[in-house]
């Protein structure tokens, strides 16, 4: 079976957009690692936009390395910590004391604890669900990504924590196979976000591990969006469950990296984000039996200079709505804005960038990029995550050693 091609004009082509950050002209300095880590001022900063004035404020300071935020019924928040700690903040404010019951969580480079999603019957049953790095007890460098589900009754301890998907990309273990494109190393691109459908089932992205041979190959979880039940399993409708070859919770193929993940609850639309390897970060459409082209087709570049296959336009792949690079941005987790507090921006994308800026897409009522805006190149901060609060505020976790949870409202 192949995945088939969306009909033309359905999405917008992508296309490169004005880079995020310029390049220096050839003779001039090199320009500085734009993913340098610069400390945190005090703040608050005030933010002039095109058209919308920002006040931006520190809400907390504690965090290391910060990965994703849940908001609960009440307004308080669940925070991630990629180092494996499930943090509480409370009244604005950060409970000193982690949420213990965690199982185990290889945390070596980018790997780590990862994304934080309430079950959509939270108020009634407290089940949350989480992502992160599990390793291999017999061989330790052996790792994939796991899903899991907790209750939480409000306190500092999980109970009843069960695995519920455990990938099949186990990898890492030395001697590591030959590999094409100077790939990275192991314990990075697991994807990891989660985001719940309407119909109760979810949605889980998984990266590429940095082997990305293995994501057009229908019968592993490499580069794969899957949609799955509350309780883990491969869910009814899925387009690849009755097609020999194809594991029954694949909703999507082809990426490489998608750490974000977000799903409009006006229109039902799923959006993505996904780390090229040189440029070509993306943000995708996600719809189901679609691939995305990786590591067949990209926008970016290969690391030693490989020539990618294809670019765009190739039949059987759906391209992106939107690239950024070179040079790259690395975009983390997205939102759609819905709120009171920025009307002008309903129904806007807005995708934490880890070069240190916050990037609004304009869409059109097709789900066209029709304007990019650049925001919050202050207060100088790798960004992880963006959520819209109850209160039509963004609140954005900095993706820092030295961490933090920011909130912006309307300014003056």
């Keep these: 079976m192949r995945f088939r091609m969306i009909a033309a004009g359905a999405i917008a082509l992508a296309m490169f957009s004005t880079p995020v950050l310029p390049q220096d002209d050839a003779a001039e300095e090199p320009p500085a690692n734009p993913f340098a880590p610069i400390p945190l001022g005090e703040g608050p900063w005030e933010l002039t936009t095109q058209e919308t004035p920002l ?19 009440d307004g308080d928040m669940l925070v991630t910590e990629r180092v494996g700690r499930l943090r509480l903040v409370q009244d604005g404010k950060l409970d000193p004391q982690p949420i213990t019951g ?22 009634e049953n407290r089940l949350i669900y989480l992502t992160y790095s599990k390793a291999d007890p017999e061989k330790p460098q052996r790792t994939t990504l796991s899903l899991i589900r907790a209750r939480w009754d409000g306190g500092h301890e999980l ?26 190393p192991p314990f990075g691109s697991y994807g990891g976000r ?5 119909d109760g089932t979810l949605l889980l992205t998984s990266g590429d591990r940095n082997f990305g041979e293995n994501v057009q190959d229908p ?12 309780d883990g399993k491969p869910a009814p409708g899925n387009p690849t469950a009755e097609h020999d070859g194809w594991l029954p919770e694949t909703w999507t193929t082809g990426h490489r990296n998608p750490t974000g993940l977000t799903i409009d609850p006006a229109t039902g639309r799923v959006w993505s984000t996904e780390f090229g390897p040189r440029g070509g970060d993306e943000v995708n459409l996600i719809e189901p039996g679609m691939n995305y082209g990786w590591m067949d087709v990209t926008q970016g570049f290969h690391y030693d200079d490989t ?15 939107w690239t950024w690079g070179p040079p790259s941005g690395n975009p983390g987790n997205l939102s759609v804005y819905h709120g009171a507090a920025f009307p002008e921006w309903e129904g806007d994308l807005l ?39 109850p209160d039509g505020a963004l609140y954005i976790l900095t993706d820092e050693t030295e961490g933090a949870l920011l909130k912006v409202t309307r300014g003056e």
């Design 194 to 198: 989660i985001a719940f459908m309407a």
């Design 102 to 123: 965690l199982p185990p969580v290889y945390s070596a480079g980018i790997a780590g604890l990862m994304d934080v999603e309430l079950h959509p019957d939270f108020a």
């Design 307 to 321: 020539p990618a296959k294809g670019i765009r336009n190739v039949p059987g792949m759906t391209d992106p709505v």
């Design 55 to 73: 006040h931006v404020e520190v809400m907390s300071r504690d965090l290391e390395r910060p990965w994703a935020m849940a908001f609960l019924p």
């Design 219 to 230: 019968a592993t979880h490499f580069g794969k969006i899957f949609r799955l039940t509350d």
């Design 159 to 184: 109970s009843d924590v069960e695995e519920l998907f455990e990938a099949t990309s186990w990898y890492g273990q030395a001697p590591l196979p030959a590999k094409c494109c100077g790939q990275g």
């Design 351 to 389: 995708v934490a960038m880890m070069n240190k800026s916050l990037v609004r897409l304009q869409l059109s009522a097709e789900g066209h990029v029709t304007h990019e805006e650049v925001l919050l190149t202050e207060p100088k901060q790798r960004l992880r995550d963006v959520e819209v609060g």
